[in-house]
């Protein structure tokens, strides 16, 4: 098993940095899937970003080319770094992982493990 902890989230304006940290403590010998996810008051859980063992990243359609997803494995460390943010980015930000390592549930949101996740709030 795995545990995820996340943070980094709080209140940022309109335009906008912030960055998401998620450490993993347990078994993280082996490789996983790594992603984030978030969800609007009222909405719907999406995916936003994902990492596979390989190296590839996928990412939500309404996050491309303002998101970067990254990990530095020394550390156990996920980070999500969002760039332009806007108020409709705002969200709870959960970090999951899924012991099928390249990813291949990640766009069912099928996760192995999950966060309890970081409250992100952007002020227009």
């Known amino acids: 098993q795995v545990q995820l902890q996340e943070s980094g989230g709080g209140s940022v304006q309109s335009g906008g940095s912030a960055r998401l940290s998620c450490v993993a403590s347990g078994n993280t010998s082996r490789k996983y899937c790594m992603a984030w996810f978030r969800q609007a008051p009222g909405k719907e859980r999406e995916g936003v970003a994902a990492l596979d063992s390989r190296g590839i990243t996928i990412y939500g359609d309404s996050v491309k080319g303002r998101f970067t997803i990254s990990q530095d494995n020394a550390k156990n460390t996920l980070y999500l770094q969002m760039n332009s943010l806007k108020p409709e980015d705002t969200a709870m930000y959960y970090c999951?992982?899924?012991?099928?390592?390249?990813?291949?549930?990640?766009?069912?949101?099928?996760?192995?493990?999950w966060g309890k996740g970081t409250l992100v709030t952007i002020s227009s």
């Open positions: 999951a992982a899924d012991i099928y390592d390249y990813c291949s549930t990640y766009r069912s949101g099928s996760m192995d493990y």
